[in-house]
């Protein structure tokens, strides 16, 4: 019973059998996980000590999806989430570790033993979580990457933990950093030898992602065989995860800072189809491992406690979860799917726990049922993604509930951000031209309308960096805005020209002012609302004063040429907050736009003189008025002004 081949089809078994019934009942597979691995575990007890042992081979799942998801995320798109992954993330992190301090402070007034509780339960399962985001497709909702920003931030916050457990150490006590998953190659240094290895640990992962992995992976393809590229695809995932485990590290954090240094490669494809059917299986096999390995005998010696505990944690995350998830700007849909989702303890803590343990911080019995705590907690996580959905079912009977973004599955070379008029007829030419574009719009009601008409467009907030980088704007050719709000056009263009420096940028801009910040913001080439419109107005005006069609054509040309050069050189000058009268240096440059813009014109009437009856000093006025040069005067005419 206990041989290699018995366990071997016993989980495989259980993975077969588990995902279909539970996925038939609606539970999602890691319920259904959970659920086989307490059958065969602690209710017939067909499995023996060798669970435990598993339980550390098939965390490397958790390892693979953590590096497929860096292979989804390029620096630029990392350095993106900043705000969420030290604002949101690192107020998680600081604020539920404060508040299990005091609690476990209630229950054992040692500090030591408290504070390290306080680190343990700060951390969320990143292997549920993320699993099960991705099997209900809510890894793209506002919700669900506000959750993966935390759960990276938890696994960055794990290196300082670890850098700190061993000052809480009892006097005399053995550093034995790692516990259960080694670490010797930190044993007995001191604490700023053990900080030293870890930030070395973690630049060697960043380094070998960028440096190394290329040219291993062209020698592999040498051989044209597809098992030796799958082979060099765990060699790098093995590699780097026994990097980080040989200096008490999380695995996982140092897979996915290599997966984001690869995310550009040519081999990324490759890499994800050798990776992907392993994360599966081994993913599988952990959560299994998780429902096999609880010990119930703490339960039934304190049957009352242990739930208290266990739904203290979770209530306790609940609201501090739920209250960032509000101070973030969540919306009532996303903010319950963050909080519930992140409110168990994760499986990392099973790690600092034994590492706590090993250091003596933390008492055996303490320990023991700690690792009940979080084993219970990540047992019911299934079902607070259950009170999730049916929240979410109620408050879009309500009308209550945000409509959910797209999730965008495709890229192309242009973005088209804003779907109104102006939007649609871009849209229309470039892609009637051959061009395929990828268009965003936050007006849910426009995008419907638009797929009506047969036109593809997706749902969401054009200005949110991840919404972007989903988009493709790390390869896109050209950003055209079109957004008809002239504070949220400027943030996205100097939002682009600043992850972008080589992007083609064209914008809408209401009137002048607004062209001058467009221009300072980085925007390649601007359009006025109605300045082409005024354009060809104008046209018509002087074909039917006398010009020919050719002469009015090229007069149009001119202009539209001299104005676009003046536009640059005025914001040069332009002052913001400063009245333009105030400002002598643009009005000396205003007057002398404006003489270049008449000589420019003059080549264009018969003989130097326009047809007609108006004398050159009025055609100068009319220039300086319609010419767009005085802000203030074409404001008064028309709110929207050329």
């Not at 935390?150 to 696994?155: H, T």
């Not at 790690?351 to 008492?363: E, S, T």
């Not at 090229?554 to 333009?580: C, N, T």
């Not at 002398?592 to 130097?608: F, K, Q, W, Y």
């Amino acid at each position: 019973m206990d041989s290699f081949l018995y366990q071997a089809t016993l989980y495989l078994m259980a993975i077969v059998v588990a995902v279909p019934i539970a996925q038939r009942l609606g539970l999602g597979s890691v319920l259904g996980y959970l659920v086989v691995g307490l059958l065969i575990g602690p209710v017939f007890g067909l499995v023996g000590t060798e669970m435990n042992e598993l339980r550390h081979v098939a965390e490397f799942g958790v390892v693979m999806m953590l590096f497929l998801i860096g292979l989804e995320l390029e620096p630029r798109a990392l350095w993106a989430m900043r705000d969420k992954l030290i604002g949101l993330g690192g107020l998680q992190v600081l604020i539920t570790l404060a508040a299990v301090f005091v609690s476990a402070m209630v229950f054992n007034p040692d500090w030591r033993a408290a504070l390290a509780m306080g680190m343990i339960f700060s951390l969320s399962s990143t292997a549920i979580v993320l699993q099960t985001l991705s099997e209900k497709k809510l890894m793209s909702t506002p919700g669900g990457r506000a959750a993966f920003s935390v759960l990276l931030a938890q696994d960055i916050a794990v290196i300082p933990m670890l850098a700190l457990l061993p000052f809480l150490a009892l006097p005399g006590a053995r550093a034995v950093a790692g516990a259960e998953h080694g670490g010797h190659l930190i044993e007995g240094l001191p604490a700023w030898g053990v900080t030293l290895v870890t930030l070395g640990a973690v630049a060697g992962a960043v380094l070998a992602g960028h440096f190394l992995v290329r040219p291993l992976f062209r020698f592999a393809q040498m051989a044209r065989l597809r098992e030796v590229n799958t082979a060099m695809a765990l060699v790098i995932v093995v590699g780097i995860a026994s990097l980080m485990l040989m200096v008490g590290l999380s695995p996982a954090l140092g897979t996915f800072l290599a997966g984001v240094m690869l995310a550009d490669s040519e081999f990324k494809h490759e890499l994800e189809a050798s990776i992907e059917p392993f994360k599966g299986l081994l993913l599988g096999l952990f959560f299994i491992t998780v429902g096999a390995g609880m010990d119930f005998s703490g339960f039934f010696a304190a049957p009352v406690l242990l739930p208290v505990y266990v739904l203290g944690l979770v209530g306790i995350k609940v609201v501090i979860l739920y209250i960032l998830a509000r101070a973030f700007g969540l919306k009532a849909e996303d903010r319950w799917l963050f909080t519930l989702g992140l409110a168990q303890a994760g499986e990392f803590a099973f790690v600092l726990i034994a590492f706590a343990a090993g250091q003596r911080i933390l008492p055996s019995s303490i320990a023991q049922m700690a690792n009940l705590v979080v084993a219970l907690s990540m047992l019911i996580t299934p079902a607070l993604f259950i009170a999730h959905e049916l929240l979410a079912r109620r408050m879009k009977r309500a009308g209550t509930a945000q409509p959910d973004e797209d999730e965008i599955d495709e890229q192309h070379p242009v973005i088209i951000a804003g779907m109104g008029r102006f939007g649609q007829a871009v849209n229309r030419m470039v892609t009637v031209s051959g061009f395929r574009t990828t268009v965003l719009d936050h007006d849910l009601k426009a995008v419907q309308q638009m797929r009506r008409f047969g036109f593809k467009a997706y749902f969401g907030d054009p200005t949110r960096p991840e919404l972007l980088a989903s988009a493709g704007i790390e390869t896109a050719r050209v950003l055209v805005v079109c957004l008809g709000d002239a504070e949220a056009a400027t943030k996205l263009v100097a939002y682009a020209r600043r992850i972008r420096p080589d992007l083609y940028i064209v914008a809408r801009a209401r009137d002048r002012v607004h062209v001058f910040e467009l221009y300072r913001a980085g925007a390649d080439d601007i359009v006025r609302e109605v300045f082409d419109s005024s354009l060809r107005a104008a046209r018509h005006v002087i074909e039917h004063c006398g010009l020919s069609d050719y002469e009015a054509a090229e007069a149009e040309r001119l202009f539209d040429k001299v104005d676009q050069s003046a536009m640059r050189d005025l914001a040069r000058v332009w002052k913001p907050g400063v009245k333009i009268e105030d400002n002598p240096e643009y009005m000396a440059l205003a007057h002398a736009l404006n003489r270049e813009l008449e000589t420019a014109l003059s080549a264009v009437r018969p003989g130097g003189q326009r047809k007609g009856t108006q004398h050159k000093d009025d055609r100068v006025s009319e220039v300086t008025l319609s010419g767009s040069l005085t802000p203030e005067a074409e404001v008064k005419k028309d709110s929207a002004a050329s």
